[in-house]
């Protein structure tokens, strides 16, 4: 029963389309330059993910000599974060930068080409993706949207929240309210937690006003940079629900095959340039912004206690498992 529940929730809104007043439009060209938008799910220029996001449509602008151009709208400049995924699929931007976790409710397996709970490292699922056979599952699952999605960068393995109470068992997490998503979300729903999918700009307010009481977002580059520090005093670490979430570039097909070929390719070399170079800002900006956090603002830094760390990578294989079991592709 409990399982059906859980395909039957994350199921809701699967044919959702985008709810803006903005109208699809067709890909500028003038003077043989083509003019892409290009949608993300965080700020502008955010460190790490907003920079990765500019670098890329730098990157495609440089290689191709000012033929293809890419214009970068940060979170709710064009359409709201969440619904970049049907912006993309209906054409009103070319391509989004993103974070595949967060539409599971089109399809669980979604989760795969981001990051299960007590899943992969981000060299395991590159491996996975480039050489394991999970582009082509990727290559199939996005399909049925319209979309072509290519790894353009990993936020590496996250912290495990910020936190306005101790958790020193499991019995913790019970009436937590918390912003956290993917399927670590349905983990945390069955140790008792209440989860909200909240999008980045908006954890700080919610976390100041009451509207969550912990909140999970990325690591302390991130997270020193959202200001989460100033709302939750505890800092755990690391996660077993997001070891570390891929952020593909994902280009709208139709858009992407009416390229000649030599803009697919550098739409290709640049998102798998920016694969590494997140990675490297990231851990770079994260052994940086800890000491801040720990030596200027006094955070508490904390690691799960291992009967902790143990009942949620139980409870994260029984999800993932029930997931595998959705369809045939799920199961492949």
């Given at each position: 029963m409990r399982r059906r529940s859980f395909l039957k929730t994350i199921g809701i809104g699967a044919g959702a389309a985008v709810t803006s007043n903005i109208k699809q439009s067709a890909p500028a060209i003038a003077s043989n330059r083509i003019e892409w938008k290009m949608?993300?799910?965080?700020?502008?220029m955010f460190p790490g993910l907003g920079t990765g996001s500019q670098r890329i449509a730098d990157a495609i602008k440089n290689m191709s000599?000012?033929?293809?151009?890419?214009?970068?709208?940060?979170?709710?400049?064009?359409?709201?974060a969440y619904e970049a995924f049907d912006a993309v699929r209906e054409g009103i931007a070319e391509c989004m930068h993103e974070a595949?976790?967060?539409?599971?409710?089109?399809?669980?397996?979604?989760?795969?080409?981001?990051?299960?709970?007590?899943?992969?490292?981000?060299?395991?699922?590159?491996?996975?993706?480039?050489?394991?056979?999970?582009?082509?599952?990727?290559?199939?699952l996005y399909g049925k949207f319209g979309l072509q999605g290519f790894l353009a960068g990993n936020s590496g393995t996250n912290m495990g929240g910020w936190y306005n109470r101790e958790i020193n068992s499991l019995e913790d997490f019970k009436g937590l309210r918390m912003r956290i998503p993917g399927l670590g979300a349905e983990v945390l729903t069955r140790l008792g937690s209440i989860t909200m999918n909240i999008p980045g700009g908006e954890i700080l307010p919610a976390l100041q006003s009451g509207v969550v009481d912990a909140a999970e977002w990325i690591a302390p580059y991130a997270d020193l940079a959202l200001g989460l520090h100033k709302a939750a005093k505890y800092y755990y670490g690391p996660s077993i629900l997001e070891p570390g979430p891929a952020n593909p570039l994902t280009v709208n097909q139709e858009s992407y095959m009416a390229l000649p070929n030599d803009l697919r390719a550098i739409v290709r070399q640049a998102a798998g340039h920016e694969t590494a170079r997140m990675t490297a800002e990231i851990d770079y900006g994260n052994s940086q912004a800890l000491k801040v956090l720990v030596n200027r603002f006094d955070v508490e830094l904390r690691h799960f206690p291992e009967e902790v760390s143990r009942g949620l990578f139980e409870v994260s294989h029984e999800v993932v498992a029930e997931v595998a079991e959705t369809d045939d592709l799920s199961r492949r």
């Open positions: 949608v993300t799910l965080w700020p502008k000599n000012e033929k293809l151009i890419i214009k970068v709208y940060g979170a709710g400049e064009l359409v709201p595949p976790y967060i539409w599971v409710a089109k399809h669980p397996a979604m989760a795969f080409f981001c990051g299960v709970p007590g899943g992969l490292t981000p060299l395991e699922h590159n491996a996975w993706i480039y050489n394991g056979g999970g582009q082509k599952l990727w290559d199939e």
